[in-house]
């Protein structure tokens, strides 16, 4: 790029010091002849604008015969230099040039680029657009005739994305980038070398890697229809036996999120129904039994009944259901899945479907609007509330670690505690159902939180709550009891029974509801 812009500045360098030369060779042909109108430099510049302009005045000519041959060299010059700036000048316009020329003065506004137009990216767009309607939002690709023309103001610029980083210049907040097609950032060659821009990454994957480097996060489309899925419909007290249909992506993120987060009370007699093949789940999470009845029902805890036989014979477990989430990774089994089912079985609950496209009379979840937000895809207050918690920790624990310090796995928990903020939130309200984290939300519910600390038995019915969650967390990852904590060993001395925790342990779990406080102050 460099050696392109010197080839430039060279071949304009040379164009300017050889016009100048002809206009001083004409002057000194024109001087001497008594008849000349072009006597100075002046009336030199002037005819050759004029005639390079192909206006042709008249007024300022050239007499003699050497200043009629430069000036014969000016009309020529004149034909070449007017297609060569009509040409620059449609090219600046249907270029890149025009759209990057343009980003120079919007360099203090928020900048989103995508690298591809597609519904997903302009769901995503308009969503941020509602939020800041100054965002400047740019697709990495040439303005195609095929693709819709947005209703909303946009650039389509076929730059890499370290063209735009540059071009922002570090001014106002940073440039954020996505690439929402699964493992595109490994396949797109405007990803080279993304982790080393000052941007912020989002991208999509389909591995369990949730961030490759300090500017690079990577989300999971089925583990956001997850946590849209159990925020939007959190289950209500009256429900006990939930019934998952359809175990491969989108179902292991249902049943994972309400794993970690389906905690609002100590009465714990949930049972999961879950059909699909479920041999690599068990496998890999094989500490789940620690905080669940697995396959069979264990008082005290919910339970996760993995069912071997296909769904269509379970009739008994479909008419007991009390809510039945069809979750197919394709959606049009899923469609089929849920007319059979109304079609053809007894059930007394509700069916939620995930499903890219909506119908009447379908309680449906999963679509593009629902997943492809800014809270969902940037997750600002979710990671927000995860580094306060960990600021919170920091306060009472010596030697602890800043965010940017901890390990991958210590991130998650904080994260784990920041995904429940939703169901503490509506505990504490009485189950009032909480669509967003905001500062009323967080200052009410605090003021009933610290109501709480001042009644024992309340205070420990929060503690209880929070505890099952926190063992349910490390449970999942496969941590066990053990009399240190020891990390390479996935071993804590608090993964037991919340009756067998020391005072000191119990009281432990109060900077989770704590946290609740603390996100009231931020958001204020």
């Given at each position: 790029m460099r050696k392109k812009k010197y080839r430039y500045l060279t071949a304009v360098i040379a164009f300017v010091l050889i016009y100048f030369l002809l206009l001083e060779v004409l002057v000194i042909c024109e001087r001497n002849n008594p008849e000349a109108h072009i006597q100075t430099?002046?009336?030199?510049?002037?005819?050759?604008?004029?005639?390079?302009?192909?206006?042709?005045?008249?007024?300022?000519?050239?007499?003699?015969?050497?200043?009629?041959?430069?000036?014969?060299?000016?009309?020529?010059?004149?034909?070449?230099?007017?297609?060569?700036?009509?040409?620059?000048?449609?090219?600046?316009?249907?270029?890149?040039?025009?759209?990057?020329?343009?980003?120079?003065?919007?360099?203090?506004?928020?900048?989103?680029?995508?690298?591809?137009?597609?519904?997903?990216?302009?769901?995503?767009t308009r969503d941020i657009l509602r939020r800041d309607e100054n965002a400047v939002i740019i697709y990495g690709i040439r303005r195609d005739d095929e693709i819709e023309k947005p209703d909303y103001p946009c650039l389509f610029v076929n730059v890499s994305p370290a063209r735009i980083v540059a071009q922002k210049r570090a001014t106002g907040e940073k440039c954020k980038l996505f690439f929402l097609k699964e493992n595109e950032i490994g396949t797109n060659l405007k990803a080279v070398d993304i982790h080393a821009l000052d941007a912020d990454v989002y991208a999509s994957t389909t591995s369990g890697q949730e961030k490759m480097s300090g500017n690079i996060h990577f989300f999971h489309t089925y583990d956001c229809c997850a946590r849209s899925y159990w925020r939007d419909h959190p289950l209500d007290r009256n429900e006990d036996n939930i019934v998952i249909i359809g175990f491969c992506n989108y179902g292991q993120a249902v049943l994972e999120r309400a794993i970690l987060t389906n905690i609002n009370d100590t009465d714990f007699d949930v049972t999961y129904h879950v059909f699909g093949d479920s041999e690599r789940f068990l496998a890999i999470h094989n500490k789940l039994h620690i905080a669940f009845g697995i396959n069979q029902r264990k008082k005290g805890f919910d339970s996760i009944i993995f069912h071997k036989e296909q769904w269509v014979n379970a009739h008994d477990v479909i008419a007991h259901a009390d809510r039945i989430i069809v979750c197919e990774d394709d959606v049009q089994d899923?469609?089929?899945?849920?007319?059979?089912?109304?079609?053809?079985?007894?059930?007394?609950?509700?069916?939620?479907?995930?499903?890219?496209?909506?119908?009447?009379?379908?309680?449906?979840?999963?679509?593009?609007?629902?997943?492809?937000?800014?809270?969902?895809?940037?997750?600002?207050?979710?990671?927000?509330?995860?580094?306060?918690?960990?600021?919170?920790?920091?306060?009472?624990?010596?030697?602890?670690?800043?965010?940017?310090?901890?390990?991958?796995?210590?991130?998650?928990?904080?994260?784990?505690?920041?995904?429940?903020?939703?169901?503490?939130?509506?505990?504490?309200?009485?189950?009032?159902?909480?669509?967003?984290?905001?500062?009323?939300?967080?200052?009410?519910?605090?003021?009933?939180?610290?109501?709480?600390?001042?009644?024992?038995?309340?205070?420990?019915?929060?503690?209880?709550?929070?505890?099952?969650?926190?063992?349910?967390?490390?449970?999942?990852?496969?941590?066990?009891?053990?009399?240190?904590?020891?990390?390479?060993?996935?071993?804590?001395?608090?993964?037991?029974?919340?009756?067998?925790?020391?005072?000191?342990?119990?009281?432990?779990?109060?900077?989770?509801?704590?946290?609740?406080?603390?996100?009231?102050k931020l958001l204020k």
């Amino acid at each position: 790029m460099r050696k392109k812009k010197y080839r430039y500045l060279t071949a304009v360098i040379a164009f300017v010091l050889i016009y100048f030369l002809l206009l001083e060779v004409l002057v000194i042909c024109e001087r001497n002849n008594p008849e000349a109108h072009i006597q100075t430099l002046g009336d030199a510049l002037w005819y050759s604008l004029v005639t390079l302009a192909t206006v042709g005045y008249g007024d300022v000519i050239p007499v003699s015969t050497p200043g009629h041959v430069v000036g014969g060299i000016f009309v020529i010059l004149s034909m070449g230099l007017l297609v060569a700036l009509v040409g620059s000048a449609v090219s600046f316009l249907t270029s890149e040039g025009f759209p990057m020329f343009r980003l120079s003065f919007m360099r203090k506004r928020a900048w989103y680029y995508f690298a591809d137009f597609t519904s997903e990216s302009d769901t995503l767009t308009r969503d941020i657009l509602r939020r800041d309607e100054n965002a400047v939002i740019i697709y990495g690709i040439r303005r195609d005739d095929e693709i819709e023309k947005p209703d909303y103001p946009c650039l389509f610029v076929n730059v890499s994305p370290a063209r735009i980083v540059a071009q922002k210049r570090a001014t106002g907040e940073k440039c954020k980038l996505f690439f929402l097609k699964e493992n595109e950032i490994g396949t797109n060659l405007k990803a080279v070398d993304i982790h080393a821009l000052d941007a912020d990454v989002y991208a999509s994957t389909t591995s369990g890697q949730e961030k490759m480097s300090g500017n690079i996060h990577f989300f999971h489309t089925y583990d956001c229809c997850a946590r849209s899925y159990w925020r939007d419909h959190p289950l209500d007290r009256n429900e006990d036996n939930i019934v998952i249909i359809g175990f491969c992506n989108y179902g292991q993120a249902v049943l994972e999120r309400a794993i970690l987060t389906n905690i609002n009370d100590t009465d714990f007699d949930v049972t999961y129904h879950v059909f699909g093949d479920s041999e690599r789940f068990l496998a890999i999470h094989n500490k789940l039994h620690i905080a669940f009845g697995i396959n069979q029902r264990k008082k005290g805890f919910d339970s996760i009944i993995f069912h071997k036989e296909q769904w269509v014979n379970a009739h008994d477990v479909i008419a007991h259901a009390d809510r039945i989430i069809v979750c197919e990774d394709d959606v049009q089994d899923g469609w089929d899945d849920m007319w059979q089912l109304r079609r053809y079985y007894n059930y007394r609950g509700r069916i939620d479907l995930r499903t890219n496209r909506t119908a009447p009379g379908v309680s449906y979840f999963g679509t593009n609007e629902q997943i492809y937000t800014v809270d969902q895809i940037v997750r600002t207050r979710l990671n927000d509330a995860a580094r306060a918690m960990n600021d919170l920790y920091r306060k009472s624990v010596e030697d602890s670690l800043d965010w940017d310090e901890l390990s991958d796995q210590l991130k998650q928990s904080k994260i784990a505690v920041a995904d429940h903020l939703y169901m503490k939130i509506r505990i504490l309200l009485n189950g009032k159902r909480v669509s967003a984290i905001d500062s009323e939300n967080c200052r009410v519910a605090y003021e009933a939180f610290c109501k709480a600390k001042e009644d024992p038995e309340e205070l420990d019915r929060l503690r209880r709550i929070e505890h099952a969650r926190w063992v349910r967390f490390y449970a999942y990852y496969n941590w066990s009891y053990g009399d240190k904590r020891n990390d390479k060993r996935h071993e804590n001395p608090m993964i037991r029974k919340y009756d067998m925790l020391t005072a000191g342990q119990k009281a432990y779990h109060d900077r989770a509801w704590e946290l609740i406080g603390e996100m009231a102050k931020l958001l204020k």
